[in-house]
């Protein structure tokens, strides 16, 4: 199985701010076919399901707010939050579908 | 705009069966990789497996063959059944579509709201 690890665990981060999650597969996840790197960004508040904000490492999906932005290949990646808003709370799992079992990390909880 | 429901009993004795059912709304099956995602609580988040629209699938070996699948076009519904539950089953179980991509799985676009199943003597 491919191993996802995240960091941090958990940051606070002023209104406004930027804030950063690392995500690290335990081995690539990069499609030499397409080179396109098989992950994906999900943001989760309490008592909701995931909701995807990234895919195939940095596309956005359709209605998500451009201050999220994803970026890495191979086996390191991050997600970006430019300013963060009081609505981004929430705890952001990253995910590979390259190869089955498609893992997640243990999630980064994110406050103000 | 495409809606997943989960539906099923919410409480379980171990060795018990569970099947639960996702009914698809606003959209077909389609040609899509329907999956199945569970939560314990206060934990992250395990893929349990997905079905796709020709019947074929593919799960967590962790699982250990516990899992079944199956897809009724005519009804726009997708199941599983976990056999032989234990407390460690106890969780959030989510239905969500997998986007097909190139002929590859895509991310897990839409989910629905989830069904809490508690396993419990």
């Known amino acids: 199985d491919i191993v996802m690890t995240q960091s941090p665990d958990s940051l606070a981060v002023s209104l406004g701010e930027r804030a950063t999650i690392n995500c690290k597969s335990s081995?690539?996840?990069?499609?030499?076919?397409?080179?396109?790197?098989?992950l994906a960004w999900f943001q989760q508040k309490p008592g909701q399901p995931p909701k995807l904000l990234i895919f195939?490492?940095?596309s956005r999906e359709p209605g998500v707010p451009d201050r999220f932005s994803g970026s890495g290949s191979g086996t390191d990646f991050t997600l970006t939050i430019s300013s963060l808003q009081a609505e981004d709370v929430a705890v952001y799992y990253c995910?590979?579908?390259?190869?089955?079992?498609?893992?997640f990390g243990p999630g980064t909880k994110v406050d103000i | 705009q495409v809606q997943l429901q989960e539906s099923g009993p919410g409480l379980l004795k171990p060795s018990e069966t569970l099947s639960l059912t996702c009914t698809v709304s606003?959209?077909?099956?389609?040609?899509?990789?329907w999956s199945w995602i569970r939560q314990p609580p206060g934990t992250g988040l395990e893929w349990i497996g997905y079905?796709?629209?020709?019947?074929?699938?593919n799960h967590n070996p962790s699982l250990q063959s516990r899992v079944t699948f199956s897809v009724d076009t005519s009804k726009n519904q997708v199941s599983l059944k976990l056999r032989s539950v234990t407390s460690a089953d106890t969780a959030v179980y989510y239905c969500?579509?997998?986007?097909?991509?190139?002929?590859?799985?895509?991310?897990?676009?839409?989910w629905g709201q989830g069904t809490m199943v508690t396993v419990s003597s």
């Open positions: 969500t579509r997998g986007r097909r991509s190139g002929g590859r799985h895509d991310a897990y676009d839409i």
């Open positions: 606003g959209g077909s099956i389609g040609t899509y990789y």
């Open positions: 079905i796709d629209y020709s019947g074929g699938t």
């Open positions: 081995q690539s996840v990069l499609y030499s076919s397409n080179k396109k790197n098989s």
């Open positions: 195939w490492a940095s």
């Open positions: 995910q590979q579908y390259y190869n089955s079992p498609f893992t």
